[in-house]
T-cell receptor, first 109, second 114 residues
Framework: KNEVEQSPQNLTAQEGEFITINCSYSVGISALHWLQQHPGGGIVSLFMLSSGKKKHGRLIATINIQEKHSSLHITASHPRDSAVYICAVLETSGSRLTFGEGTQLTVNP | DAGVIQSPRHEVTEMGQEVTLRCKPISGHDYLFWYRQTMMRGLELLIY????????DSGMPEDRFSAKMPNASFSTLKIQPSEPRDSAVYFCASSFQGVVDTIYFGEGSWLTVV
């Protein structure tokens, strides 16, 4: 069992739909990152959070430390949101990130 | 700022050859990371530096891999000799305060060893 599990693995949506990607982890953490990887391969950091909720444009990230769970929401999805979304956690006792396997999102026009 | 700059973007080399990947972090960032991404293993940390000093190299696969950071604006990852199983995308990343801070990734170096 991976320490970081994402669901779903693949997600196809129609433009305009509300999207949720989930990340569950089994260890105590001090921080959680959401990353976006576009088809060209480049990786962009979307959020780093340790509690509560953060919002940037159409993207919202939430984390529940007690439940060991985080969600990434995309409102009014657009084809340019098509990418792989990766969750990564920093264990409380560690100094390196553990990555999930990623969620492949495809938004169709 | 131009972001994290990596070179080469793509490299195809023959097994046994030496490969050198280069990285210029964002100016002022104290942390530099080298990650490798493969289909089988996903993203994994190879090594990271703080203020040019290697802190954790436990992810470096074996002695064939080495990394240096001679100054705050340059780092190299070297593979000698290269093997087909080294084929992967190698990402360099930097940040102000390590992994408790936003991490900025380069575009990656796509390595194919034939």
């Amino acid at each position: 069992k991976n320490e970081v599990e994402q669901s779903p693995q693949n997600l196809t949506a129609q433009e305009g739909e509300f999207i949720t990607i989930n990340c569950s982890y089994s260890v105590g953490i001090s921080a959680l990152h959401w990353l976006q990887q576009h088809p060209g391969g480049g990786i962009v950091s979307l959020f780093m959070l340790s509690s509560g909720k953060k919002k940037h444009g159409r993207l919202i990230a939430t984390i529940n430390i007690q439940e060991k769970h985080s969600s990434l929401h995309i409102t009014a999805s657009h084809p340019r949101d098509s990418a792989v979304y990766i969750c990564a956690v920093l264990e409380t006792s560690g100094s390196r990130l553990t990555f999930g396997e990623g969620t492949q999102l495809t938004v169709n026009p | 700022d131009a972001g994290v700059i990596q070179s080469p973007r793509h490299e195809v080399t023959e097994m046994g050859q030496e490969v050198t990947l280069r990285c210029k972090p964002i100016s002022g960032h104290d942390y530099l990371f080298w990650y490798r991404q493969t289909m089988m293993r996903g993203l994994e940390l190879l090594i990271y530096f703080n203020n040019n000093v290697p802190i954790d190299d436990s992810g470096m696969p074996e002695d064939r891999f080495s990394a240096k950071m001679p100054n705050a604006s340059f780092s190299t990852l070297k593979i000698q000799p290269s093997e087909p199983r080294d084929s992967a995308v190698y990402f360099c990343a930097s940040s102000f305060q390590g992994v408790v801070d936003t991490i900025y990734f380069g575009e990656g170096s796509w390595l194919t060893v034939v």
